[in-house]
């Protein structure tokens, strides 16, 4: 029969872990058992839980820095966190919740509501594993989309390397910089809808065929808004193609209603485009690039601040 999910159970107390481990085996669970927060890591390493629950006070690592270091890892952050504990003082509690805990019991606890909230982070464990796999699907459909076209290898790389660049230049925090490397990767995934005949072809494109093209963000912004992890990214996939003057699309945002992240993609992008060799143009020198930027800038396309860094931050073609 298959386990309903795996529990790490970490208490440096054995009765206080066998306690639990009966009750969680008796509704079907696989339960795995840490005596203190170190232990508790390594057991996390070697064979990820679906729900941790975690005592406070332990040897060598105290619960709060167990989750802690699991929250602020990219490879635990989505995984379900309790405290169980017999602190219940308000300020325990906004610890925990400061540390990034997911739920919260108290020592005696219920048993049925421990059944209950268990089954609850299960449940939504099982669903964010399965947004998860589902984004590195798209993520794997992303590169496809790219590699279509000869032309445009390595751009969705180029371009999120390129966005995080300026915008640590920019001062930008963390969780913008994840969004802007993401968004390299995602923002053309509208293109897998582009017929070949239209996103290879060797020359200008008609005005029919342009509008086409211009369907690929609402298309990439569709592909990816069931997953919930990547819904910072929604924006700039959606809008990368706007611009400051509101003569951009889909949208025909202008102004403030396009944020810092959006204007940066956009640059980059562009600058890419432009540095790169395409079937209807030779690769331009970054001195050339900077000009045509700077120019459209003039007209109202860009963010000239963004323009700027760009020139300053990426030096030649391939940066």
């Given at each position: 029969m298959t386990a309903r999910g795996k529990i790490l159970v970490v208490d440096d107390e054995a009765p206080s872990r066998r306690l639990l481990r009966e009750l969680l085996e008796e509704q079907g669970y696989e339960v795995r058992e840490a005596a203190d927060g170190e232990a508790a890591l390594t057991?996390?390493?070697a064979d990820p839980p679906d729900v941790v629950?975690?005592?406070v006070m332990m040897p060598r690592r105290d619960g709060y820095s167990v989750c802690q270091q699991l929250k602020g890892d990219e490879r635990t952050r989505l995984t379900p966190v309790?405290?169980?504990?017999?602190?219940?003082e308000l300020p325990d509690k906004l610890k925990a919740i400061q540390v990034g805990v997911d739920d919260f019991l108290t020592k005696p606890f219920n048993a049925a509501e421990l059944a209950t909230r268990v089954r609850s982070l299960v449940s939504l464990k099982r669903y964010t594993d399965e947004?998860?796999?589902a984004s590195r699907v798209l993520h794997g459909i992303a590169l496809a989309v790219e590699r279509r076209d000869a032309y445009t290898g390595g751009h969705c790389k180029r371009v999120g390397e390129y966005a995080v660049r300026v915008g640590v230049a920019l001062g930008l925090r963390d969780d913008d910089l994840k969004v802007l490397r993401l968004a390299g990767t995602f923002h053309d995934l509208?293109?897998?809808a582009i017929p070949d005949a239209i996103l290879r072809k060797p020359a200008r494109l008609t005005a029919e065929e342009m509008e086409i093209i211009k369907t690929h963000p609402t298309v990439g912004c569709e592909l990816v808004q069931p997953m919930r992890t990547l819904a910072g990214v929604l924006p700039l996939i959606r809008h990368h193609h706007e611009r400051l003057d509101g003569s951009?699309?889909?949208d025909g945002l202008e102004g403030a209603q396009i944020p810092l992240t959006v204007r940066i993609l956009s640059v980059v992008d562009i600058y890419d485009a432009l540095a790169t060799e395409r079937p209807y143009k030779s690769s331009f020198?970054?001195?050339?690039?900077?000009?045509?930027?700077?120019?459209?800038?003039?007209?109202?396309?860009?963010?000239r601040n963004v323009v700027e860094t760009v020139a300053r931050v990426i030096e030649g073609n391939g940066g």
């Open positions: 057991a996390v390493a629950l975690l005592d309790v405290i169980v504990t017999s602190l219940d947004l998860e796999h509208g293109k897998i951009g699309y889909p020198p970054h001195e050339r690039c900077i000009a045509v930027l700077r120019e459209e800038a003039t007209r109202g396309w860009w963010d």
